[in-house]
């Protein structure tokens, strides 16, 4: 059966990596979460301060570490879903933490990291027959991505799903810093010069405001049927 590039990206917390995940596992496809990457690389940062509380890295340090930087992605038994390793190391719920989000944008917007990182990502899709989502996918990694969806919803049902999700993980949580960080890391995404997140011309949207995960689950699924043809997968 013909594989395919799928390029999900759009705004935080929208739901990305969850339509991403369930739509790999049916299709089975490899599923890459690259902004876990972008925040593995910031929590190495922070962890050897290399960025301070204002966001300003340095950039110079951080470059000479970057080779000492593996990432990788292990499944993990309990969820069937990857876990992001940094070194070797589970770092799959220290990436999550707000401290982590707050820093991750100014990470993100380096030319070198960004390199480095993409580079990875598109030897990853080398044989095709996977999903991948961020912000820069379908422009950048994979500009020749049969299938690119373009994700949005408002920044308050975003900020009050990463609320939820935190809240169910026993995490620590509060909405208004959630909001905040969500808006600031839209803009600043937005905004950098390299790669900045933008919908690619030939993108469908997908504003799942009011939409629930099965309903996206559907649409996806179909548009994958018009670009493949009706697809032999497995239902979740
Ligand atoms: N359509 C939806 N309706 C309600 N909650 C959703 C929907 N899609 C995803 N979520 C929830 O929103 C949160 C953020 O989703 P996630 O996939 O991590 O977003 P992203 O990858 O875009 O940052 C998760 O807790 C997820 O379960
Ligand atoms: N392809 C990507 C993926 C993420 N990122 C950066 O990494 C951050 C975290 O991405 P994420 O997908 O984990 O963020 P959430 O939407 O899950 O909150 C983003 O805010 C971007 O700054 C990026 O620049 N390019």
Redesign the pocket.
């Known amino acids: 059966m013909k594989k395919i590039i799928i390029a999900i990206d ?11 995940k369930t739509l790999a596992r049916k299709l089975g496809y490899i599923y890459v ?1 690259t ?1 876990a990457m972008y925040r593995a690389v910031t929590l190495y940062a922070m962890r050897h301060q290399l960025i301070n509380e204002t966001g300003t890295v340095d950039e110079a340090a951080l470059a000479k570490h970057m080779k000492a930087i593996h990432i990788s992605f292990k499944i993990n038994e309990t969820t069937g879903r990857p876990d992001t390793y940094l070194n070797n190391e589970c770092v799959e719920n220290d990436i999550r933490t707000l401290a982590v989000s707050q820093q991750v944008s100014h990470i993100a917007s380096i030319d070198f990291v960004r390199e480095a990182l993409v580079k990875q990502q598109q030897a990853m899709g080398k044989m095709k027959g996977i999903v991948m ?1 961020g912000r820069d996918i379908g422009t950048t990694v994979f500009p020749q991505a049969e299938l690119k969806i373009f ?1 949005k ?1 408002s920044a308050e049902v ?1 900020a009050q ?2 609320f ?2 935190l809240k ?1 993980k026993g995490m620590p949580a509060d909405f208004n810093a959630i909001l905040k960080n969500v808006e600031e890391r839209d803009y600043m995404d937005s905004h950098r010069e390299v790669s900045p997140l933008r919908q690619a011309d030939d993108a469908l949207v997908l504003d ?1 405001s009011h ?3 099965e ?2 689950d559907k649409w996806l699924l179909e548009q994958v049927e018009k670009v493949v043809g009706t697809m032999d997968y497995t239902p979740a």
């Open positions: 759009g705004f935080s917390s929208c739901g990305k990596s969850t339509m991403a979460d902004g989502d994700v919803a975003r799903r990463r939820d999700e169910a799942n939409m629930s995960i309903a996206q």
